[in-house]
C-alpha cells in the first residue's frame, strides 16, 4: 500500500488558489489517487480522484506528472468556507484498505 | 438525499458495557467500512465488507466485530468497551466495481467510553 505524505498545514487568502501537493514514491501501477475534503465534526468528503495527467471537476483540478510520483490538488479562487483537513489517498480503486494520513489542514484568511 | 445514516450521533457509556453502532446505505454500494478518527489523527480501518455476507479485518480490529447480512446495513458492535475505544466512528461506502467515485461517508458517532 503506497504511502503519502502532504504538508501538515497550510493557509492562504480568500480569492486565492491553492495547491496541496502530495509525494506518493511508491505507487503501484493500478493505483488511483483521491483526495478528500473534512469539515470537523462530519465525515470526509470526495473531491476528485485521478490516475495520470489533469482531472477536473466543478470544485478541484488534480494534476498528476508522468511519473505519479507526486499529485497537486488545486483548488482555484479559495473562501473562507474551504478552510478543512485535506487528505491525499493513493491505492487501487477496488482495494477496501487505503491508508489516511494526517491530512493538510488549510485554513483560509479573509 | 441518497447516503449513509449512523445511529446514534454520540454516546456516553460506561466502561464494560456492550454497544452497537449503526449504519445504514440507500445507495446499493456493494463495499461498506467502519474507521476510527481520534484527535488530530486521519482514518483508521476497523472493519470493512466487501458485498453482503462478508467482512474482514482493517487495520484496528480488535474489540470490535461486524456483520453483514444484507446490503444495506453494517453494524458495529464494542463487545466489552473500554476507554481506548473514545473515538469519533465513520461508517462508509463505496461502489466498488466504478473508479472515480471514492467513498461516500456517514456523519460519524463520537462516542466515549468512561
Known amino acids: 500500500l503506497a504511502k503519502t505524505t502532504q504538508p501538515i498545514s497550510m493557509d492562504s487568502y480568500e480569492g486565492q488558489e491553492v495547491n496541496i501537493t502530495c509525494s506518493h514514491n511508491n505507487i503501484a501501477t493500478n493505483d488511483y489517487i483521491t483526495w478528500y475534503q473534512q469539515f470537523p465534526s462530519q465525515g470526509p468528503r470526495f473531491i476528485i480522484q485521478?490516475?495520470?495527467?489533469?482531472v477536473t471537476n466543478e470544485v478541484a483540478s488534480l494534476f498528476i506528472p508522468a511519473d505519479r510520483k507526486s499529485s497537486t490538488l488545486s483548488l482555484p479562487r479559495v473562501s473562507l468556507s474551504d478552510t478543512a483537513v485535506y487528505y491525499c489517498?493513493?491505492?487501487?480503486?477496488?482495494?477496501?484498505?487505503?491508508?489516511w494520513g494526517a491530512g493538510t489542514k488549510l485554513i483560509i484568511k479573509p | 438525499i441518497a447516503g449513509i445514516t449512523q445511529a446514534p450521533t454520540s454516546q456516553i457509556l460506561a466502561a464494560g458495557r456492550r454497544m452497537t453502532l449503526r449504519c445504514t446505505q440507500d445507495m446499493r454500494h456493494n463495499a461498506m467500512y467502519w474507521y476510527r478518527q481520534d484527535l488530530g489523527l486521519g482514518l483508521r480501518l476497523i472493519h470493512y465488507?466487501?458485498?453482503?455476507?462478508?467482512?474482514g479485518k482493517g487495520e484496528v480490529p480488535d474489540g470490535y466485530s461486524v456483520s453483514r447480512a444484507n446490503t444495506d446495513d453494517f453494524p458495529l458492535t464494542l463487545a466489552s468497551a473500554v476507554p481506548s475505544q473514545t473515538s469519533v466512528y465513520f461508517c462508509?461506502?463505496?461502489?466498488?466495481?466504478?473508479?472515480?467515485?471514492?467513498?461516500?461517508f456517514g456523519s460519524g458517532t463520537r462516542l466515549t467510553v468512561v
Open positions: 489517498l493513493v491505492g487501487d480503486w477496488s482495494n477496501y484498505q487505503l491508508i
Open positions: 485521478g490516475y495520470k495527467t489533469k
Open positions: 465488507s466487501n458485498t453482503a455476507g462478508t467482512t
Open positions: 462508509a461506502s463505496s461502489d466498488s466495481n466504478t473508479a472515480g467515485n471514492g467513498y461516500t
